[in-house]
């Protein structure tokens, strides 16, 4: 069974850099066909995709956060990471990592849905 | 201000059948990209319920089915019970974001 957990500060300054890793356990990251992105949920609020890295190592970044977004592969630890740059009280929020897998038969990011997810770390950006 | 519209909530007796909509744009669900959908139980991560429009995993009841129709698609839940109390999101592809988008999320309520 596939299991993701994030890991991380719980606390950021503002203008920091937020730092998060997902662990994959049960599975392998350099598996083919597989996305594995960031998702995030204010308190109280709905989610938004932050970004994906497919298994080759290609990335997709929400526009609205791309300018402060990195998501990075680390092969030999079966582990992705999210870099979120000069982060105020808006990026408040519980982040979760997910699993992104394709439609039988279908071709490219808008066949994928996100069907294990990891439980989710509240981050904090406070003085 | 999220990309796919969805209902803030629903509420339903034990036993009915209640329905979430999820409205989207040509540059999304109109654009015959497919909807998926997720339940989060309170204080837990979202949980895949449907994937492709009207697919469920295994181990999801089928008392929970989807459609899509236009720029639309619909989450149908039968036979309302209380542990069926969540949010629920949809979610899709977006050609004019390049990205994945979700639904701002509907509560429901079993009264």
């Known amino acids: 069974q596939l299991q993701l957990q994030e890991s991380g500060p719980g606390l950021v300054k503002p203008s920091e850099t937020l730092s998060l890793t997902c662990t994959v356990s049960g599975g392998s990251i350099s598996s083919s066909s597989y996305y594995w992105g960031w998702i995030r949920q204010p308190p109280g609020k709905g989610l938004e995709w932050i970004g994906s890295?497919?298994?080759?190592?290609?990335?997709y970044y929400n526009p609205s956060l791309k300018s402060r977004v990195t998501i990075s592969v680390d092969r030999s630890k079966n582990q992705f990471s999210l870099n979120l740059s000069s982060v105020t009280a808006a990026d408040t929020a519980v982040y979760y990592c997910a699993r992104g897998s394709p439609m039988s038969s279908c071709i490219g990011a808008p066949c994928y849905y996100f069907d294990y997810w990891g439980q989710g770390t509240l981050v904090t950006v406070s003085s | 201000q999220s990309v796919l519209t969805q209902p803030p909530s629903v509420s339903g007796a034990p036993g009915q059948r209640v329905t979430i909509s999820c409205t989207g744009t040509s540059s999304n669900i109109g654009a015959d990209y497919d909807v998926h959908w997720y339940q989060q139980l309170p204080g837990t991560a979202p949980k895949l319920l449907i994937y492709?429009?009207?697919n469920r995993p295994s181990g999801v009841p089928d008392r929970f089915s989807g459609s899509k129709s236009g720029t639309s698609a619909s989450l149908a839940i039968t036979g309302l019970q209380a542990e069926d109390e969540a949010d629920y999101y949809c979610?899709?592809?977006?050609?004019?974001?390049?990205?994945?988008?979700f639904g701002g999320g509907t509560k429901l309520t079993v009264l």
């Open positions: 979610q899709s592809y977006d050609s004019s974001l390049s990205g994945w988008v």
């Open positions: 492709g429009n009207n």
């Open positions: 890295i497919y298994y080759s190592g290609s990335t």
